[in-house]
T-cell receptor, first 116, second 115 residues
Framework: GAGVSQSPRYKVAKRGQDVALRCDPI?????LFWYQQALGQGPEFLTY????????KSGLPSDRFFAERPEGSVSTLKIQRTQQEDSAVYLC??????????????FGPGTRLTVL | AQKVTQAQTEISVVEKEDVTLDCVYE???????LFWYKQPPSGELVFLIR??????QNEISGRYSWNFQKSTSSFNFTITASQVVDSAVYFC????????????FGTGTRLTVIP
């Protein structure tokens, strides 16, 4: 079946602009995660949803970052007033069950955000 | 706190050589899960394997094998008879049963297989 998809694949924003990144998880997957991957680093956790509920947002770096999953399927990560340090690849992952910390997570191709 | 260390930043091997990627983890939890992912140039993280802390049996899947040793907190990954298509960044990751709702990743090892 189809994997996790993300759009856009590439986004260039001027400093101060708002951006919205979309994630379509694998159909039927309960859990959805957002990670941020800086160049040459491993992914770092941003936030976690179980269905439509955002159960963990401890990794969001500032209040400029906001995520939602209103119908328990597609999710959007929004970054307001982008800064150069927001430049990174944003990865979305989904897993089948509600056991976020034990199920296998399947990742999308990521959105590469460049803030000029 | 959880931590994953991949000390090898970059490795280059000639095609058909065997190569081992090291992973050392730290956690105080007794129940945890270890993963390996492959990230090719396309950027997508591809799941390779998941092991739980109670299963120390080594595993082999084709040219891939994994050596899990709790005594040394290591979960090493060996590719036998490497191929050019194995060139990628490989990440080791850890999750714990009682705690954070996420994977903790190492910094990755970039493997280049030279034809």
């Amino acid at each position: 079946g189809a994997g996790v998809s993300q759009s856009p694949r590439y986004k260039v924003a001027k400093r101060g602009q708002d951006v919205a990144l979309r994630c379509d998880p694998i159909s039927g997957h309960v859990s959805l995660f957002w990670y941020q991957q800086a160049l040459g680093q491993g992914p770092e956790f941003l936030t976690y949803f179980q269905n439509e509920a955002q159960l963990d947002k401890s990794g969001l770096p500032s209040d400029r970052f906001f995520a939602e999953r209103p119908e328990g399927s597609v999710s959007t990560l929004k970054i307001q007033r982008t800064q150069q340090e927001d430049s990174a690849v944003y990865l979305c992952a989904s897993s089948l069950g509600g056991q976020a910390n034990t199920d296998t997570q399947y990742f999308g191709p990521g959105t590469r955000l460049t803030v000029l | 706190a959880q931590k994953v260390t991949q000390a090898q930043t970059e490795i280059s091997v000639v095609e058909k050589e065997d190569v081992t990627l090291d992973c050392v983890y730290e956690t105080r939890d007794t129940t945890y899960y270890l993963f390996w992912y492959k990230q090719p140039p396309s950027g997508e993280l591809v799941f390779l394997i998941r092991r739980n802390s109670f299963d120390e049996q080594n595993e082999i899947s084709g040219r891939y094998s994994w050596n899990f040793q709790k005594s040394t907190s290591s979960f090493n990954f060996t590719i036998t008879a490497s191929q050019v298509v194995d060139s990628a960044v490989y990440f080791c990751a850890l999750s714990v049963l009682n705690g954070a709702n996420n994977l903790f990743f190492g910094t990755g090892t970039r493997l280049t297989v030279i034809p």
